[in-house]
């Protein structure tokens, strides 16, 4: 059975007191929650701050983005190699705001996302659609142009060690989320995908729902058979509300054991 992974994704949110009490916090209680995997997505200035205070803890430490390149001339940019230095597991590639705000293009992301597995750290690759492109009936077609430009690139054997995160770009930052229903139907729309070429890896593949959410609603994403955890933005921050939505992953996990 795929373990459930819930993943703070902090932003550039956060001062040092402010991260210091929240990853004291969190490792005080993800104890209580054996069977899910907890990663946190820190700005970059508090990575090796982070990667300290986590020592000794169950959970796992990720970065917002990096730059396709081992090294060069590129101000301000973060390579996979400094990554690993600092004890990343996991990168951040293709979010949507990222992909909206900072114009990265498909080809870009994907260069990203081979750069992340040849360094040896796990991509979480976001898909998702716009509100306009939902009204248009358009999401499984976004979603999969979104893939087969990552596949064609690094080819389908790169998504066995991999998560995929699908964030309904309307759900994210405006209090919207996409009902269970809608969640678990492009869920099972990408496993589908994957099925048609590898059912074995489709089964294997994590995918987590990315877009408000909370407490209160991640019991019922939660339930759903095709979601395996969540990519969490302004609750990752506080770490009563995380560690809830880590409790809601751990009750669903129990029951389905």
């Known amino acids: 059975m795929r373990k459930k992974i819930?993943?703070?994704?902090?932003?550039?949110?956060?001062?040092?007191?402010?991260?210091?009490?929240?990853?004291?916090?969190?490792?005080?209680?993800?104890?209580?929650?054996?069977?899910?995997?907890?990663?946190?997505?820190?700005?970059?200035?508090?990575?090796?701050?982070?990667?300290?205070?986590?020592?000794?803890?169950?959970?796992?430490?990720?970065?917002?983005?990096?730059?396709?390149?081992?090294?060069?001339?590129?101000?301000?940019?973060?390579?996979?190699?400094?990554?690993?230095?600092?004890?990343?597991?996991?990168?951040?590639?293709?979010?949507?705001?990222?992909?909206?705000?900072?114009?990265?293009?498909?080809?870009?992301?994907?260069?990203?996302?081979?750069?992340?597995?040849?360094?040896?750290?796990?991509?979480?690759?976001?898909?998702?659609?716009?509100?306009?492109?939902?009204?248009?009936?358009?999401?499984?077609?976004?979603?999969?142009?979104?893939?087969?430009?990552?596949?064609?690139?690094c080819g389908l054997d790169a998504f066995r060690e991999v998560i995929i995160a699908y964030e309904p770009v309307w759900a994210i930052g405006t209090g919207l989320t996409a009902t269970p229903e809608q969640a678990q139907q492009v869920h099972q729309f990408i496993r589908t995908l994957f099925a048609k070429q590898d059912v074995e890896l489709a089964q294997n593949l994590s995918l987590l729902y990315g877009g408000s959410v909370k407490a209160d609603n991640a019991a019922s994403l939660f339930a759903m058979p095709d979601v395996d955890g969540a990519l969490v933005g302004g609750a990752s921050l506080i770490a009563k509300d995380f560690l809830a939505i880590a409790k809601a992953a751990e009750q669903v996990s129990s029951v389905l054991c």
């Open 6 to 153: 819930i993943a703070g994704n902090w932003k550039m949110h956060g001062n040092r007191a402010e991260v210091r009490t929240l990853i004291t916090e969190l490792k005080q209680g993800v104890t209580a929650f054996p069977k899910i995997e907890m990663i946190v997505f820190p700005s970059f200035v508090f990575l090796a701050e982070v990667q300290a205070l986590l020592q000794n803890s169950a959970i796992f430490l990720g970065a917002q983005n990096i730059y396709p390149a081992k090294s060069g001339a590129f101000t301000g940019e973060i390579s996979t190699e400094m990554l690993v230095e600092t004890g990343c597991k996991y990168v951040l590639v293709g979010h949507s705001e990222r992909r909206s705000i900072l114009r990265e293009p498909l080809d870009f992301i994907a260069k990203k996302f081979k750069a992340v597995l040849q360094a040896g750290m796990c991509p979480v690759l976001c898909v998702g659609e716009t509100q306009e492109e939902r009204e248009k009936n358009m999401t499984e077609k976004v979603i999969d142009h979104q893939l087969q430009t990552v596949m064609d690139f």
